[in-house]
């Protein structure tokens, strides 16, 4: 046969092409016949933004955003006006005619979509509420724009596109109605405000999915850029005001009393009482008694947020911790609070010590209507309750500072890295405080019960819905109960301790202050453990079986030596997967427990375990310990008939 040479010369070009397209394919879960759960999960394909490893590329981009904030609190009007100035910054490759912003507080304008989602009186409602943004005025450059506003998001067209490196100034004049209640992330209660969502603020452009666009509708929260923040809160002279960053003009709205006891404070490893019982609520704490009116000053650096709140009575304790300040504001009827600048302390040191240093100089923690919310160096937590409930809820909103404070997710596509992240973490400051984290239900056995409910209702969602399509009912354990549990399971029953925390750790550390997707915390975790999860990813984040381990048969021979030959068949359910810990009992009392592979299920949802026993079985249990959330407990031991 006579070769065509064309096609020879030809043959290295395509054998390379061939070789480039073979990762590829198996990237994509194309490898021909396979439909188990092992087979290779489709991914988005790594490129120069976002690497195979899990890691940052070398182009990896980000957009930033720095605020200039004044903002004033009309007690008697209940309502905020000011403006704010935006410096954003194009770090993209590509040039942009508009930009896109959050404009959070229209959700509690009549009308938008989130009044028609959630109801009136729920916690994520918007009541019926007059309120929204009243933009005054929109600048770009200087020159008055007309932007387009869809419910919560803002288009701004720019008068000239903004090239790759460039800078412009945005500029707002706005005011809005305080909400009584805003979506348990915001509100006001007699005297007391707590501010948040509460300017217009830039949306994330991303290597992923362009501009973020996402509506705020009350149960997705957040996803924003970073920069830094200088703001300046007028209130009554009468009022107290905590907010994120530090605050820079203390002598303007300080006694000289409590600016030496706040000194005092920066450090002690114990409370130090900035405003007392006795002071709260008096004109002798304000420098200028309570007539007209005080500006506070505060700069916060690298955050992609910014919270406050003020009140006339609150109290302040304040301690530090590994060059952090904790402060605490609460009021007199909060009794449970009398600790919290330690419980604050607490959290803030478990956190840095195990995943990652808490990178900002202090952590605030305010006592008020609001259950438990959010902010960069701030947090909001209910005034009532034990103090064990009061530390589970500091615990768990300065753990968001973690996550997405440092490891900015995109909370409203994900919950499960947001709250699921936070929630898991959680429950080590629970146990280090109390020795048994399901005493706040923070623990292990918590998660299990609660997601045995939503899977006994037939009610069990994907962790990769985001959080508005979760049923309200099912939030709490599909955004947080649930992927507590599957990161459990993740370092308990799969990876081990040592393993899942280094790569835990590793994740936070290249993903600190960007912008991770599900696909790059995955591959971070192969890469680290040395194992493909795609089975665990593909059962327990995207799937909704149950887990079904159970002992099916157990057939014994006698052998000439006087023991036995045990066959025990194991079946599972077919899309849900672990490995197995297995119980042996024999005549005696004698036990052995064996732990197998979860690659014991490649052939299948059918394994037989073959056994030699120097005496004849009388029992033969999976999961002996009850660690795995097995929703038929009933076939997981046999006896002999």
Request: one cysteine or more.
């Amino acid at each position: 046969m006579k070769h065509n040479r064309s096609l020879l010369a030809a043959l290295p070009a395509l054998a390379g092409a061939l070789a480039l397209a073979a990762p590829v394919a198996a990237q994509l879960g194309a490898e021909p016949g396979d439909t188990t759960v092992f087979r290779p999960l489709s991914l988005p394909t790594p490129n120069e933004y976002r690497l195979s490893t899990g890691e940052p590329g070398p182009r990896y981009w980000q957009q930033r955003a720095d605020y200039r904030v004044e903002a004033t609190l009309d007690t008697a009007a209940q309502s905020v006006s000011g403006s704010v100035g935006i410096r954003y910054t194009n770090h993209s490759p590509a040039p942009l005619r508009f930009v896109w912003l959050q404009v959070d507080q229209n959700l509690y304008r009549p009308g938008s979509a989130g009044s028609y989602l959630n109801s009136a009186d729920d916690r994520w409602g918007a009541r019926d509420f007059p309120g929204g943004y009243d933009l005054r005025s929109v600048r770009v450059a200087g020159a008055a724009v007309q932007p387009y506003v869809h419910d919560t998001m803002m288009r701004i067209d720019l008068p000239t596109p903004l090239a790759p490196g460039g800078t412009v100034a945005i500029d707002i004049s706005y005011a809005f109605k305080v909400p009584e209640h805003g979506s348990d992330r915001m509100g006001r209660e007699g005297s007391l405000y707590q501010v948040a969502q509460w300017f217009p603020r830039m949306a994330v452009l991303d290597d992923v999915r362009g501009w973020n666009t996402d509506p705020y509708l009350g149960q997705g929260e957040f996803y924003r850029e970073y920069g830094d923040y200088d703001v300046a809160v007028t209130v009554p002279a009468g009022y107290v005001v905590a907010a994120t960053g530090t605050l820079q003009n203390p002598a303007e709205v300080l006694t000289a009393a409590q600016r030496e006891r706040l000194a005092r404070a920066a450090t002690s490893a114990t409370q130090v009482a900035v405003i007392t019982a006795d002071e709260a609520g008096t004109a002798s704490t304000r420098p200028h008694g309570t007539a007209g009116t005080t500006t506070w000053r505060w700069r916060a650096e690298n955050v992609h947020d910014f919270a406050w709140a003020a009140s006339p009575r609150f109290r302040w304790d304040s301690e530090t911790v590994g060059g952090v300040r904790c402060h605490a504001f609460y009021q007199a009827q909060d009794t449970a609070w009398v600790t919290a600048a330690d419980m604050t302390c607490a959290s803030i040191h478990d956190f840095s010590t195990r995943w990652f240093p808490y990178p900002w100089p202090q952590a605030t923690s305010v006592a008020g209507p609001v259950g438990g919310m959010e902010y960069p160096m701030f947090v909001m937590v209910h005034g009532t309750g034990a103090s064990p409930s009061v530390f589970s809820t500091i615990a768990h909103e300065h753990g968001h500072e973690w996550f997405p404070m440092i490891v900015s997710s995109n909370e409203r596509r994900y919950a499960w890295m947001d709250e699921g992240f936070n929630t898991f973490i959680d429950q080590f400051p629970n146990a280090a405080r109390y020795g048994d984290a399901d005493r706040n239900n923070a623990g292990q056995g918590y998660f299990r019960r609660r997601y045995a409910e939503l899977q006994g209702a037939g009610r069990d969602q994907s962790l990769m819905l985001p959080p508005d399509r979760i049923s309200p009912a099912g939030l709490g354990v599909t955004g947080y109960r649930k992927p507590g549990m599957v990161l459990n399971l993740l370092r308990d029953q799969v990876l081990g301790a040592e393993t899942f925390d280094r790569g835990f750790r590793e994740y936070v550390r290249r993903w600190a202050f960007k912008h991770p997707t599900p696909a790059d915390f995955f591959r971070t975790m192969e890469n680290v453990s040395g194992r493909d999860l795609s089975w665990f990813w593909r059962g327990w984040v995207y799937g909704t079986e149950a887990l079904d381990q159970s002992v099916a048969e157990v057939k014994q021979t006698a052998d000439s030596a006087g023991g036995w030959n045990a066959e025990i068949r194991l079946e599972t359910s077919p899309r849900l997967v672990m490995p197995v810990t297995l119980r042996i009992t024999t005549e005696g009392g004698q036990t052995r427990d064996v732990q197998l592979p979860v690659e014991v299920w490649y052939g299948g949802p059918s394994y037989t375990y073959r056994v030699h026993l120097p005496s004849k079985a009388t029992a033969v249990t999976i999961d002996p310990l009850d660690q795995l959330p097995d929703v038929n407990k009933g076939n997981n031991a046999w006896k002999p008939v």
